[in-house]
C-alpha cells in the first residue's frame, strides 16, 4: 500500500481552510454579513454548478474563453463551476421576476473558480462577496451601494488613507468614442479594452496601441487626454453639448454632491481610466484600490448593469452592485496591520484525571455537560494521556482555561480551574465554575 | 434576442436559496455550529473540487462509479467535485499530521455534489455537518459524538419519540461472518452487502439472495436471527467465547452504559441490522432514523474510520465523527412542524417621500445613516414609488417598522414611526427612534 500514497495537498491553486484559516474566514465573512445585513440586504445563495449557457453569453471573453471549468456530465449537459455570482443572480431574479417585491437588495457569499496560473492573491477559487440593488434607476442607489462598501471597510479598520473608490461611468466613454470621436463599433470596442489595461502600460505604448488598432494620432491624444482629466476638466476634452445631455455626466455630478454631503468624498474620485472588463456593464463603474505603496492595485469593483437581465426575457429592472473577494481583502488586511487575533471559540479543557475510575470519569463528565447547558464551549478530554500532556494541549490551541479533578477533588465536589495565561490556579466548588469562567 | 432566452431555472437537481429559503438554511447551519462550538470543535474547509484520486480509492463503489462529478481539467488533471466529506477531512489531517494538536475535532459545514435521480429529500447537491473527533481510541470519544448529536437534535426542538440513533459495532458483523461463520472473503463481501439493504427487503428476499451468494440456509438464518436481535440475546446466535474477545462487543456495552448513566440512552438503540455503506467504516456504526410513521427513514450516521488515514501514509489516529445532511434534516423538521418562522432581520424602511427635495432626501438619509451606526437594521428606500407601494413592499417583506417623514415632520426634525403589524403611528423626535426601536 505504502507505494501508492496519495497526496495530502489541495487541487492546485485552491485552499485548504484549517482553523486558524477559518477563523479569519469567518471573520471576514461574518463582518460582510453584518453590514449588508444593517442595510436591509437579504442574503440569497445558488448551486455552484449551473447549465454552461448562463456564463457563455454574457461573462468576460477572457472568463469563458480560458479560465471556466466546464465539463459535461453523466446526462450529457454542458456545465461549469461558476466563475462570478452575478449571472446566476440575475437567472434567479429572472425566474421570480413577479412575485419578489422590488426594489431588490441582495447579498450572498460564495465560492467562485476560475482556471488560472496561481500566484501571490490569485488562487483558482476565491470567495466573493457579492451586493446589488436591483429595481432603482436612480443614483441613490449607487449612492448606497458606496455608503455599504465604506461601512465594510471601517468594519474592518480601514481608514481613507489606506483605499479609495475610484469611479466613472461607461456612458461617458460613449460620449467620448462615439458622440465625439465618432469611431465605428469595431474601433470602439478595441479602444474600451485598451483603455481598461491603461494602467499596465506606460504612455507611449499606449498611444501606438490605439494608433495601431487604426485611430489617428489626434484621437488618441484625446483618448489619453480623456484618461488623465479630472471630473471639471472634461468639458476640455468632450464638447460640453456633448456632455449636458449624457446621462453619465449628470449621474457622476449627483453621486459626488451626495458623498461630499455625508462626507464620504475623502473615500472616493472620479477617475475616467475606470473602465471594467465585463460586457454587461453600461452606467457607473468603479474599483476599490489598495492605496499600500507596496500593493497599490485594484482589490475590487462594481458597476451598474441594467440590461443584463434581459438575456432572460423582457424585464425592465435597473441593477447596480458589487462583488468584493476574500483574497484580495485579506492581504489589504495583512498589509495594513488591520487582521486581528482571532481566539479559539473553545474557553475550557475538562481534564481526563490519567487512570480515571469509571467513577470519576462520569464526574468530570457531568461537569462538561452542565457548563455546555449553560453556554460554555468546552472540550473535553476523552482519552488517557498524561495531564502534562493535556495542559501542553489547551495552552497550543490557545484555551485560556482548564479543570482538573481527581478523586480528591471528586470527595469534595470541587474542582482545580487554572488559568493558563495567568498560570493561576484556584479550588472551585462545582456549582462556582459558570460564575468563574464567565469573570 | 428574445429567441434565445436563458432558462432560469437552476441546474436539474440543483437548488437555488430564495431569502427565505437562505433564512431556514442559515437557522439550520447556525444551529449545528452553535453546538459544535460548545463542544470545543473547531471549524474547517476545505476546496470543493479535488483531485480525483482523493475518492477513488476509499469512498463507497456507488459513489465513486456512477454518482461523481468528475471531469479532466484545462491542464489535463483528472478533478472531482466533492461527493462527500470525510475522504478530504482525513487529507488535511495527513497534511499537517505533525503540526496539529491532538486530539483534533473538527467540524465542517460544505456542499457535496452525487450524480442522482433527484427525488424527494435526495437532490444532486446537498449540504453536510461533518464533526469528527481524531486521535482518541476510546468509546469516550464516541459517547462525545452521541451526545452532541443528540444536543444537535434537542436544539432543534426534537425529542426522543421523534428520531433514534440505532448503533452496532462491524466487528460484530465480522464476528458472525468470519469468526462463527467462516465465510470465504468474497462471500463476506457480498454478506455485508445484503446486509447494509435488509430493511428494504422482506425477510424471504433477503434469505433468497444471501443463499443465492452461496451461503447455506443454516447460515442465511444465522445471518437473520443475528440481524434481528437485542444485544443482551446476541449470545444466543453467536458463541460466547468469541463475543468475549470481540472488541466490538465490549465497546457497545460500554457505550450503553455510559448512555444509561447520562439518560440518553432513551434515544438509542442497539441494532445489528445497522452496516453503513462506506468501505472506510471499521467499528462502531451508527444511523439516525426519523421515528415519523410517514417518513420512517435513515435520516444520516457515521461510524468509527481508524483505518482511512493510512492511504496517506503510516500514521496511527483513531477517527470517529459523523456526517448530517441539511435536505433530510429540513424534511425531519417539517415532519415534526419543528420548523420556526424565520422573519427577515431588517428591522425598519426608512421611506423616501414622493417628489423629495434634495434637502429631504437627505434628511432621511441622515436618518437611515444614523440608526445603522446604532446597529439597527434599515431598509432605506431609494426610488421615487407613491408611499402606499412603499408601505406595501415594507409589509410583503415582513418588516415591522417604517419611517415617514415630509417636509413638515423636517422642519421639526420628527418622523412617523408606523408598526406594521398593530397599524400603530406615532410622532417620534429624530433622537427617540432608536429607543422607540428598541422597544
Do not use: H
Not at 10 to 20: C, L, M, N
Not at 101 to 110: H, L, V
Not at 140 to 145: G, L, P, S
Request: charged letters at 30%.
Amino acid at each position: 500500500m505504502n507505494q501508492n500514497l496519495l497526496s495530502s495537498q489541495p487541487y492546485k491553486g485552491a485552499r485548504d481552510f484549517y482553523p486558524e484559516d477559518m477563523r479569519i474566514r469567518n471573520y471576514i465573512f461574518s463582518t460582510w454579513r453584518k453590514v449588508c445585513e444593517l442595510y436591509g440586504f437579504d442574503e440569497y445563495d445558488f448551486p455552484i454548478l449551473e447549465n454552461l449557457e448562463v456564463f457563455a453569453s454574457k461573462s468576460g471573453e477572457e472568463i469563458v474563453g480560458t479560465q471556466l471549468f466546464s465539463f459535461v456530465d453523466k446526462g450529457d449537459r454542458k456545465v461549469a463551476i461558476r466563475p462570478e455570482l452575478t449571472p446566476s443572480t440575475v437567472r434567479m431574479i429572472a425566474g421570480r421576476y413577479d412575485q419578489l417585491p422590488k426594489p431588490i437588495k441582495w447579498f450572498m457569499i460564495g465560492n467562485n473558480w476560475r482556471f488560472e496560473k496561481p500566484q501571490k492573491g490569485r488562487g483558482r477559487e476565491f470567495y466573493q462577496l457579492e451586493a446589488n440593488i436591483f429595481g432603482v434607476p436612480e443614483i441613490e442607489a449607487d449612492f448606497e451601494i458606496f455608503s455599504m462598501i465604506i461601512d465594510i471597510m471601517s468594519a474592518f479598520g480601514a481608514n481613507e488613507s489606506m483605499y479609495r473608490i475610484y469611479f466613472s461611468d461607461r456612458r461617458l466613454i460613449s460620449a467620448l468614442l462615439n458622440d465625439y470621436l465618432q469611431l465605428d463599433d469595431n474601433k470602439q470596442f478595441v479602444a474600451r479594452r485598451l483603455m481598461d489595461k491603461r494602467k499596465k502600460v506606460t504612455e507611449q505604448e499606449f498611444a501606438l496601441m490605439l494608433t495601431a488598432a487604426g485611430l489617428t494620432k489626434t484621437q488618441a491624444e484625446s483618448i489619453e487626454g480623456f484618461m488623465q482629466c479630472k471630473f471639471e476638466s472634461l468639458s476640455k476634452i468632450i464638447p460640453s453639448d456633448i456632455l449636458a445631455t449624457n446621462n453619465g455626466y449628470s449621474n457622476v455630478q449627483k453621486l459626488e454632491k451626495l458623498l461630499k454631503k455625508f462626507d464620504l468624498m475623502k473615500y472616493c474620485e472620479f477617475d475616467p481610466a475606470i473602465i471594467r472588463g465585463f460586457d454587461y456593464s453600461d452606467g457607473l463603474v468603479y474599483e476599490v484600490f489598495d492605496k499600500n505603496p507596496e500593493n497599490r492595485r485594484s482589490m475590487f469593483g462594481g458597476e451598474r448593469f441594467d440590461r443584463l437581465i434581459n438575456i432572460y426575457g423582457k424585464y425592465d429592472l435597473a441593477a447596480t452592485g458589487f462583488a468584493m473577494g476574500d483574497i484580495t481583502l485579506q492581504e489589504f488586511l495583512i498589509g495594513w496591520n488591520l487582521l486581528p487575533e482571532l481566539a479559539t471559540k473553545t474557553q475550557v479543557v475538562v481534564t481526563r484525571f490519567p487512570n480515571s475510575t469509571a467513577q470519576l470519569e462520569e464526574y468530570t463528565q457531568k461537569i462538561a455537560r452542565d457548563l455546555r447547558k449553560a453556554e460554555i464551549t468546552v472540550d473535553l478530554y476523552t482519552t488517557g494521556d498524561k495531564l502534562e500532556k493535556q495542559l501542553k494541549y489547551a495552552d497550543k490551541k490557545g484555551i485560556p482555561f482548564v479543570i482538573i479533578a481527581g478523586d480528591d477533588e471528586m470527595q469534595r465536589n470541587v474542582v482545580k480551574l487554572k488559568n493558563l495565561k495567568t498560570k493561576e490556579q484556584k479550588e472551585v466548588t462545582v456549582t462556582d465554575i459558570e460564575k468563574e469562567l464567565r469573570n
